[in-house]
C-alpha cells in the first residue's frame, strides 16, 4: 500500500470519496464526521491515507498521545475487494506504527472485522459499560432526516 501525501490528497480525492462515503455509513461513532472532513484532515496532515494500486482499498489512521505515549488509531480499513487486501492493510498499518515508534494500534470497529484483526494479533478491550446509540426523531418522523 501507498501512503498519500498530503499535498497529493486532491490528485486522489474523487477515487477515495466513494471508499469513505461507504466506511463512513458503517462506522457507528459518537462523532459524527462527514467525508469531507475526513478529507480535510488529510489534507492538513492530522490523518494518514494508505491507497492501494489501483485505488480500490484504502486504510486511514490518526496519532494520538495517551499518557506520553504514542498510539496509532484505525479508523478505516475498508473498500472494493476487502479479502484481498485486508493483510496487505494490517500490514502497512503495522509497519507504519513500528516506524512510527507507537506503543499500540487501537481501533473501535465493527464485528465483521474482528476475526481479522484477531489473526494479526489484536485482542478486544473489554469495558464494565456498555454505550448504545440511540436517537429520538424530532417533529414529523414520517419527514424526518434521521428516518431511522
Not at 494520538?64 to 500490514?91: P, S, T, W
Not at 512510527?100 to 474482528?114: F, M, N, P
Not at 484477531?118 to 473489554?126: D, L, M, Q, V, Y
Request: a negative charge.
Amino acid at each position: 500500500m501507498i501512503l498519500v501525501e498530503p499535498k497529493d490528497i486532491d490528485a486522489v480525492e474523487d477515487q477515495i470519496k466513494p471508499l469513505l462515503k461507504k466506511a463512513c455509513e458503517d462506522h457507528m461513532s459518537h462523532v459524527f464526521v462527514t467525508v469531507d472532513d475526513y478529507i480535510d484532515s488529510m489534507r492538513e496532515g492530522r490523518r494518514y491515507l494508505f491507497v492501494t494500486d489501483p485505488i480500490e482499498f484504502i486504510v486511514v489512521c490518526q496519532f494520538e498521545i495517551v499518557n506520553e505515549k504514542k498510539r496509532l488509531i484505525l479508523l478505516f480499513c475498508a473498500g472494493k475487494n476487502y479479502k484481498k487486501h485486508v493483510d496487505e492493510g494490517m500490514q502497512t498499518l503495522l509497519d507504519f506504527a513500528e516506524i512510527a515508534d507507537c506503543s499500540e494500534i487501537i481501533s473501535y470497529v465493527r464485528l465483521g472485522i474482528t476475526k481479522d484483526l484477531f489473526r494479526w494479533g489484536f485482542s478486544e478491550n473489554k469495558y464494565k459499560h456498555e454505550h448504545k446509540e440511540v436517537f429520538k426523531v424530532i417533529g414529523d418522523s414520517q419527514t424526518s432526516s434521521a428516518g431511522r
